[in-house]
């Protein structure tokens, strides 16, 4: 079973990931607060993938130990520190796109490889839609939940795994990631 969970790794490698951690389900960091955050974004009550839409802490917590492996991926973004704020929104927004495709294709080529129950949790909310629909997906087949909006704490998780993070913030020459997992049984 681990080789074909390294095959995996390795695929999602070939197909864009900056990096890919491969690690056990335990290492993941949930954390209620982290949802609780989620209450300030603007998707929050407006997306059908964020909360309270999302399965809750709680749930996910009884999912992720169904799981054995994850693999934590981060895909470089586009975003230049030279940019304007409306650009940089623009180009984040083409990014998660560009990314959940990719992502979408790692968790079908899993499901090839005999892991039927693999789920990946996208880097931020759903944009597949330009207006969600909250009362009914109309990509009902498509819809995974952000990292974020089920308590995962990333930013533990990926220093628990030694994944340097650089805020942009912090330092304007660093560039943004979008972060990932990839959940296998």
Not at 41 to 49: D, K, M, P, Q
Not at 149 to 163: E, P
């Amino acid at each position: 079973m681990i080789e074909a969970v390294k095959d995996i790794a390795e695929y999602a490698s070939k197909s864009g990931a900056e990096f890919v951690k491969l690690a056990s389900a335990r290492d993941i960091v949930v954390e209620d607060r982290v949802v609780f955050r989620c209450m300030n974004c603007e998707n929050y009550g407006r997306n059908r993938s964020c909360p309270p839409f999302s399965p809750g802490v709680e749930v996910f917590r009884k999912v992720l130990s169904d799981y054995s492996y994850v693999l934590v991926m981060g895909f470089k973004s586009s975003i230049s520190s030279s940019i304007d704020v409306e650009e940089a929104k623009r180009l984040w927004d083409s990014d998660k796109k560009r990314v959940f495709n990719t992502l979408i294709a790692i968790e079908k080529y899993a499901f090839n490889k005999g892991f039927p129950l693999a789920y990946v949790l996208r880097a931020g909310a759903c944009n597949i839609c330009s207006q969600c629909d909250t009362s009914s997906c109309r990509h009902q087949e498509l819809l995974r939940y952000p990292i974020c909006s089920v308590g995962v704490n990333i930013v533990k998780t990926l220093r628990n795994l030694s994944v340097n993070i650089e805020f942009p913030s912090m330092k304007p020459s660093s560039k943004p990631f979008l972060a990932s997992i990839l959940l296998i049984d």
